[in-house]
């Protein structure tokens, strides 16, 4: 079993940055890959970006694209979300979860989901 617990959550301003963590324990050696997802009241899990373990090949969802980076550092083994130019729609609890080893933009298909991280991004 591998736990996930994100940090780094906060209230910024339109077109501030913040950087997010997801430090994972437990087996490690079996995640394949791990995923950003966000969520709002009343809504879904959306996808945000992935980046797979070992080759750290990345994807993204089209609304996040140029203005976030995920990362990993596999000695520390934490993901990392670095989000830029932060707009208020951008605003969600942020989760990190664990996915399999081919690219995948669908909530169900992860598991092992830590607790999540409040992003507020206000006008």
């Known amino acids: 079993q591998v736990q996930l617990v994100e940090s780094g959550g906060g209230l910024v301003q339109a077109g501030d940055s913040l950087r997010l963590s997801c430090a994972a324990s437990?087996?490690?050696?079996?995640?394949?890959?791990l995923g950003w997802f966000r969520q709002v009241p009343g809504k879904g899990r959306e996808f945000v970006a992935q980046?797979?373990?070992?080759?750290?090949?990345?994807h993204y969802a089209d609304s996040v694209k140029g203005r976030f980076t995920v990362s990993r550092d596999k000695a520390k083994s934490s993901m990392y979300l670095q989000m830029n130019s932060l707009k208020p729609e951008d605003t969600a609890v942020y989760y990190c979860?664990?996915?399999?080893?081919?690219?995948?933009?669908?909530?169900?298909?992860?598991?092992?989901w830590g607790q999540g991280t409040q992003v507020t991004v206000s006008t």
């Open positions: 437990g087996r490690t050696f079996t995640i394949d890959s």
């Open positions: 979860a664990a996915g399999l080893s081919t690219l995948d933009t669908r909530a169900e298909r992860y598991r092992n």
């Open positions: 980046i797979m373990w070992r080759g750290g090949t990345t």
